[in-house]
């Protein structure tokens, strides 16, 4: 998320050109865009980081499941 964060700031400052932002090439956002797209295609599920995210979504729903129905008994 935070890389698709600067690649908007980047196209924001580059598009209305800010301060030195304006001498960025636009090459250089593709670049981080392509990046991004190889990232969150590829690399991510290839090294299982979007499966661990889910897990631990997961576990806090269970947690907050069990300690909720603990509450509700006492």
């Known amino acids: 998320m935070p890389l698709i964060l600067l690649i908007l ?7 209305f050109e ?11 956002i ?6 991004a797209f190889v990232w969150f295609e590829f690399l991510e599920p290839m090294l299982g980081l979007d ?3 889910a897990h ?11 300690k909720d129905n603990f509450d509700k008994r006492k």
């Open 9 to 15: 700031a980047l196209c924001g400052l580059r598009y």
């Open 18 to 28: 800010v301060w030195r932002f304006a001498a960025v090439s636009w090459w250089w």
């Open 30 to 35: 593709v670049g981080l865009m392509v990046f």
């Open 51 to 53: 499966k661990r995210k």
């Open 56 to 66: 631990n979504v997961d576990e806090k729903r269970r947690q907050q499941r069990v």
